[in-house]
């Protein structure tokens, strides 16, 4: 029952996405890029000479996730083929062009049909799927070409599906991979409290990816010289109850200047955060080779930037978490950023929740509570030892690329003598 369910829930997202393209922009992307999909698919296989493996993520933030394996597999095994695919226009708009991979498209939605079309064309020897992607056609598709296939930094809590009296089906789905790296022990005990002990504790590889951005960022003008002389609060995919509550600091700090990079930067966004901030601001399109100096917010009203701007920052406010969930806060305490988020829907995120602990996060709640406790951490003179506390947590948890590589390094070189 459980296998005609899914397989139809499938058939009902396939007609509900094609519905929602007539209006949403996003959903057009999605659907028009798996139109010609197998075709231009169909064109690079048949040209490609090489073993190819398989990266999968769902959107951008996996596939950050996902990154620093794919960058260290490609150095360590040039002569394979790297096929990257994406389910959300969101990554593979951004990603298409990655320099890394041979080749980059869209995954096909999870129809029988698709997942058997796909496998057979591309016959990747490995693949990795990055944290919660399980898609079931696909896995059996690949179980029937003897593919192997790994979950890649997967996190498990108690409340999902697979460990629910009624979840026979998806807990079967996981049984077709053949190894999890997770991220803790917690998700490793769940895995094996349903008899599923193919597995190794590895941490998250976003750790190995965000330290990387600190070695690799170089000084941008005219950044730098915007907060020369002033300490920053960099405000990392906002939503508008972000910076309702970010605006208060900021009206009565005026010595305090801000880089703020809305998480949708849509027109009506934008204008959303203008209006709240109700101080001098100006978008990046709109900068000149100088920023005014009455100038207190610059809002980056473009894609991709953020990880770059936490260099400039004394303090970081983390969007998402007054809505539907946090976003990345590791890039922010890679550079020993005091973090704030909102108190609302954080919990589910293992990082913040650590970050808390330690003392180098705080939630807050709506209104002026950011303004409070900011004041109150600068009266005590505590950013110091929060920023420390951030660094040294994101240097802790580093390596679990290298931790996954030296488990698939023998098999690769098993294959290889096949």
């Not at 750790?207 to 003008?221: G, L, Q």
């Not at 709240?276 to 610059?298: A, C, F, G, M, N």
């Given at each position: 029952?459980?296998?005609?369910?899914?397989?139809?829930?499938?058939?009902?997202?396939?007609?509900?996405?094609?519905?929602?393209?007539?209006?949403?922009?996003?959903?057009?992307?999605?659907?028009?890029?798996?139109?010609?999909?197998?075709?231009?698919?169909?064109?690079?296989?048949?040209?490609?000479?090489?073993?190819?493996?398989?990266?999968?993520?769902?959107?951008?933030?996996?596939?950050?996730?996902?990154?620093?394996?794919?960058?260290?597999?490609?150095?360590?095994?040039?002569?394979?083929?790297?096929?990257?695919?994406?389910?959300?226009?969101?990554?593979?708009?951004?990603?298409?062009?990655?320099?890394?991979?041979?080749?980059?498209?869209?995954?096909?939605?999870?129809?029988?049909?698709?997942?058997?079309k796909f496998v057979t064309m591309t016959q990747p020897k490995m693949a990795f799927f990055i944290k919660y992607e399980f898609w079931y056609n696909h896995l059996k598709a690949l179980s029937e070409i003897n593919c192997f296939t790994y979950s890649v930094s997967a996190i498990f809590r108690s409340n999902q599906v697979f460990f629910k009296f009624y979840g026979s089906f998806y807990r079967s789905l996981l049984k077709e991979i053949d190894h999890f790296f997770v991220?803790?022990?917690?998700?490793?005990?769940?895995?094996?409290?349903?008899?599923?002990?193919?597995?190794?504790?590895?941490?998250?590889?976003?750790?190995?990816?965000?330290?990387?951005?600190?070695?690799?960022?170089?000084?941008?003008?005219?950044?730098?010289?915007?907060?020369?002389?002033?300490?920053?609060?960099?405000?990392?995919?906002?939503?508008?109850?972000?910076?309702?509550?970010?605006?208060?600091?900021?009206?009565?700090?005026?010595?305090?200047?801000?880089?703020?990079?809305?998480?949708?930067?849509?027109?009506?966004?934008?204008?959303?955060?203008?209006?709240?901030?109700?101080?001098?601001?100006?978008?990046?399109?709109?900068?000149?080779?100088?920023?005014?100096?009455?100038?207190?917010?610059?809002?980056?009203?473009?894609?991709?930037?953020?990880?770059?701007?936490?260099?400039?920052?004394?303090?970081?406010?983390?969007?998402?978490?007054?809505?539907?969930?946090?976003?990345?806060?590791?890039?922010?305490?890679?550079?020993?950023?005091?973090?704030?988020?909102?108190?609302?829907?954080?919990?589910?995120?293992?990082?913040?929740?650590?970050?808390?602990?330690?003392?180098?996060?705080?939630?807050?709640?709506?209104?002026?509570?950011?303004?409070?406790?900011?004041?109150?951490?600068?009266?005590?003179?505590?950013?110091?030892?929060?920023?420390?506390?951030?660094?040294?947590?994101?240097?802790?948890?580093?390596?679990?690329?290298?931790?996954?590589?030296?488990?698939?390094?023998?098999?690769?070189?098993?294959?290889?003598?096949?």
């Amino acid at each position: 029952m459980g296998k005609q369910l899914y397989q139809f829930g499938i058939f009902l997202l396939k007609v509900l996405l094609k519905i929602h393209s007539t209006f949403n922009s996003k959903s057009r992307l999605a659907v028009e890029g798996r139109k010609i999909l197998f075709p231009e698919l169909k064109l690079k296989m048949e040209v490609n000479t090489k073993n190819v493996v398989w990266f999968h993520c769902a959107s951008l933030g996996e596939f950050e996730q996902g990154r620093p394996l794919i960058e260290k597999f490609k150095a360590t095994f040039p002569d394979y083929f790297i096929l990257l695919t994406f389910f959300s226009p969101s990554g593979y708009e951004v990603k298409k062009n990655y320099e890394h991979a041979d080749y980059v498209t869209y995954m096909p939605l999870d129809t029988i049909k698709n997942a058997e079309k796909f496998v057979t064309m591309t016959q990747p020897k490995m693949a990795f799927f990055i944290k919660y992607e399980f898609w079931y056609n696909h896995l059996k598709a690949l179980s029937e070409i003897n593919c192997f296939t790994y979950s890649v930094s997967a996190i498990f809590r108690s409340n999902q599906v697979f460990f629910k009296f009624y979840g026979s089906f998806y807990r079967s789905l996981l049984k077709e991979i053949d190894h999890f790296f997770v991220q803790n022990k917690s998700s490793a005990a769940l895995l094996k409290g349903i008899s599923i002990n193919n597995l190794t504790i590895t941490g998250d590889t976003r750790f190995d990816r965000v330290i990387k951005i600190t070695t690799t960022v170089k000084p941008e003008s005219p950044f730098k010289e915007f907060a020369a002389d002033h300490n920053l609060i960099i405000g990392g995919s906002t939503w508008e109850p972000d910076i309702e509550a970010i605006a208060p600091f900021l009206q009565q700090h005026q010595d305090w200047k801000a880089i703020i990079a809305p998480h949708d930067i849509s027109e009506s966004n934008l204008k959303l955060h203008e209006k709240h901030l109700k101080v001098s601001s100006l978008r990046y399109s709109q900068l000149k080779s100088e920023i005014p100096d009455s100038t207190q917010v610059i809002i980056i009203d473009n894609v991709g930037m953020l990880s770059r701007l936490y260099q400039y920052g004394k303090v970081a406010f983390i969007g998402g978490s007054f809505g539907a969930g946090l976003h990345n806060t590791l890039e922010a305490a890679c550079f020993g950023l005091p973090i704030f988020f909102g108190n609302k829907n954080y919990t589910k995120f293992q990082e913040a929740n650590q970050l808390i602990a330690l003392g180098a996060a705080i939630a807050v709640n709506r209104g002026e509570d950011f303004k409070n406790k900011l004041e109150e951490i600068l009266k005590d003179h505590k950013l110091k030892e929060m920023s420390v506390k951030a660094e040294k947590f994101v240097n802790s948890n580093l390596g679990a690329t290298d931790k996954i590589m030296e488990h698939v390094t023998p098999l690769i070189h098993q294959m290889e003598k096949i």
